[in-house]
């Protein structure tokens, strides 16, 4: 394989480039190296060589663009707030209205998560400030969670923005911002 960073050749299951110290990301479509978030072959989302060789990543970007147009369009009334987390390939819609962990054995959604042995029994914790907005908090867990493919250090809140992406062990979840205290938004 080739670096797509430095373009020295690498072993193929290399999970960082020998000469620049790169993570290497390649599609698990097509199994084309790559850097950026999406693999310029097929469209699919990167995934690190070393989340690929412990478990198959569950992606939700194929889905992306029937995200905004197959949900019903309804109003939100001022003053409710609150993050969907949604991966349409298997099946995940999460909505959050308050502060919630999200684990296999504890939390708002352990009968989702309770089949997924790759999530933590305690894994990420979501909150909403009325200053910074909605944030996403590592419990330190064992296969980690990433913002925007950027591994979160345990216990260091991450700001989650809009139209952004969290994965959280092997399942990757589009983000949505439903709304801020005191604003409508649309679903």
Partial sequence: MVCPFCKIDIADDSFYCDQCGQEIMVCPKCGKAGKGKMCTS?????????????APVVSAVESIASVGGSAPAVSMPIDTYGLRLLNKNIGIDLKIQRDTVIGRTTGDFVDIFSMYSQVSGKHC???????K????????STNGTKFNNMPLKPFQPQLITDKSFLLIANIEFYVEVLGQ????TRL
């Fill in 42 to 54: 097929d469209g699919t989302a990167l995934v690190t060589v070393k989340s690929r060789a412990s």
């Fill in 125 to 131: 914790q979501i909150n909403f400030d009325s200053q």
């Fill in 133 to 140: 907005g909605w944030t996403v908090t590592d419990l330190n």
């Fill in 181 to 184: 205290a005191g604003k409508t």
